[in-house]
């Protein structure tokens, strides 16, 4: 998408500002701005979209470019073919988000997406909590909310009640980050603590619920299982805000196909130029840029993924980069200077991630039921009443997974029988003993082979994988900022507050706003103006002051104002 270029600079500009304008713009033209993004899942996709759309609507010109080192945009987001099968797929990665989701959500209307039911059920199917020993709770398929709720109250009293509304402030709090005067945010650190949700960060999960007096019970049996199944973590290892919105899943959605096509409805429309199976290797000054004084310059080295090339530096110079993925999983080297602020590198959970179909149900007796009664169709585990809790993969405890799931039937293409569709989350490789249980019938050992997975009945198509998933999100109350360097931005530091697809998203929109802002010269006063006593101005203001000595001037501020005391 071609955008117009600007006019001459308005004769009404202060002469300083037209000089210095005049002088890094001879001719009084504006420049196109080239910004690289390197990364194209969620935050990318999202920062490439709405700097496009941002700079529309500001009346700027930019050429947008993003390397992607594998061959799919969505990043965790994906999805692999049953039976090699396109007509059957299914989410190996983020599968569900909820309708408060806004960027995701407002994205599926926008781009006529199709939404879709999570997963089949017939009536006997039901969900269980499970300690390894002991079915805590279990809820019916096609039960009413009512009849759940009634059974939660004579089971844990309010305590149901009053953790909902502790998980409704906690996700309305963080929703202001969407708007004025908490968006956009160059210090994620100080906008948590304007908005006191660090008070939910600085605590585990289990105390901040202690604090609150919600039934211990309630919280081992129903809130552990969701921070398992949705973060590998339990309540002792996971900070309060991270337990909160894991169990936040009123509307809980998906779309047709994947939601991978989220993001690539994002990137297609933003009008980038998109380098898929391309891996950055080296950020560097373009030479002479790195001086005081002077506006750096970057230039990319990148290199085909599945090649052992050399690497290729690029003829185009960028204004601005953007690194949309974990720095430290990046092999990315950053030559001397261009970073001005440390990332750091922080622990991920390992999480396996496997699929499989069988003919089999899952098996009563290995969830300690009777025979002859009915096995559930989805399980989610919590430890033991006296088991200890333990950090990441540590923190499995007796059970061995964090949840089983049955997605739905599939059809077997040799057989042309209906399968089960069966999805397990686990901080270890499944293995054929794990199979052979929960199936109750024998699955050898060699069952992971290419060679003989499709000779043993009982597991007809078999895909593991893993993923670096997310932080292990233990308690903290500082953050990794959204710019490291002087037109250099960060998006993966949100994932150690929230980490989610939205709020990489969110991270992405934000980056774009800040960039936009910058090509612009345009300051927005904000909260922290208005905390400090400065006139109330009500948003975005034309001023032409330096961005970036602005910006400095307040990362720095940002940096001192939290105490102890404080907190």
């Keep these: 998408m071609r955008l117009p270029l600007l006019t001459l600079v308005a004769l009404a500009t202060a002469a300083a500002g037209a000089a210095r304008d005049a002088t890094n713009n001879p001719g009084g033209i504006k420049q196109t701005r080239n910004v690289a993004i390197i990364g194209a899942g969620a935050a990318g996709a999202s920062a490439a979209y709405y700097l496009r759309k941002y700079a529309e609507e500001d009346g700027l010109a930019v050429n947008i470019t993003i390397f992607e080192k594998t061959d799919h945009i969505g990043g965790r987001t994906i999805t692999v073919n049953a039976f090699d099968d396109p007509d059957q797929r299914v989410e190996l990665g983020a599968s569900i988000f909820i309708k408060d989701n806004h960027i995701m959500y407002n994205a599926t209307q926008k781009f006529n997406l199709s939404l879709t039911e999570l997963k089949e059920s017939r009536p006997t199917d039901y969900t269980a909590i499970w300690d390894g020993e002991t079915i805590l709770f279990q809820s019916e398929a096609g039960s009413s909310k009512l009849w759940d709720a009634a059974k939660l109250f004579l089971k844990y009293g309010l305590a149901p009640y009053r953790a909902v509304q502790l998980v409704n402030d906690a996700v309305g709090t963080f929703l202001r980050l969407y708007e004025a005067p908490y968006f956009p ?3 994620l650190t100080q906008r948590a603590f304007e908005l006191g949700l660090l008070r939910l960060t600085g605590v585990t999960g289990e105390q901040y619920l202690r604090d609150h007096n919600i039934n211990q019970d309630f919280v081992r049996h129903l809130m552990q299982s969701a921070t398992r199944v949705n973060y590998a973590s339990n309540m002792a290892y996971i900070h309060g805000l991270e337990a909160m919105v894991s169990f936040a899943t009123d509307g809980a959605v998906a779309v047709a196909g994947g939601n991978w096509q989220i993001f690539d409805k994002l990137l297609k429309h933003s009008g980038a130029t998109y380098y898929p199976n391309t891996s950055v290797t080296a950020i560097a000054f373009q030479k002479g840029t790195d001086k005081p004084g002077s506006v750096p310059k970057y230039l990319i080295s990148t290199r085909t993924s599945d090649s052992k090339s050399q690497a290729t530096k690029l003829r185009t110079v960028f204004d ?11 092999d990315i080297e950053a030559a001397n200077g261009v970073m001005k602020h440390r990332i750091d590198v922080i622990p991920y959970m390992k999480l396996h991630v496997t699929l499989f179909t069988s003919p089999f149900l899952l098996q009563p007796s290995f969830f300690g039921l009777k025979a002859g009664t009915k096995a559930p169709s989805n399980v989610y585990t919590t430890l033991g009443k006296n088991e200890k809790a333990g950090e990441g993969p540590k923190g499995v405890g007796r059970t061995g997974f964090y949840s089983i799931s049955t997605l739905r039937t599939v059809t077997n293409p040799t057989t042309q029988r209906q399968e089960f569709l069966y999805k397990i989350f686990s901080a270890a490789p499944v293995n054929s003993t794990l199979l052979s249980t929960i199936l109750g019938t024998p699955v050898p050992s060699t069952f992971i082979s290419n060679e003989t997975a499709n000779e ?20 903290r109350v500082t953050f990794q900022d959204p710019i490291v360097g002087r037109g250099l931005y960060y998006t993966s530091g949100v994932e150690s507050f929230i980490s989610t697809m939205e709020t990489s998203a969110l991270m992405g929109m934000n980056v774009a706003r800040l960039m936009a802002d910058d090509f612009a010269g345009t300051t927005r006063k904000g909260l922290r103006d208005r905390v400090i006593g400065s006139r109330d101005t009500g948003g975005a203001q034309g001023e032409r002051e330096d961005f970036w000595d602005r910006m400095d001037s307040e990362m720095g501020a940002s940096m001192n104002f939290l105490g102890a005391d404080e907190l």
């Design 456 to 475: 043993v009945k009982p597991i007809s198509w078999y895909y593991p994988h893993w993923f670096y998933s997310y932080p292990i999100a233990s308690p």
């Design 320 to 330: 601005n980069v953007v690194i949309a993925s974990p720095w430290q999983f990046s």
């Design 185 to 187: 945010f160059r210090s």
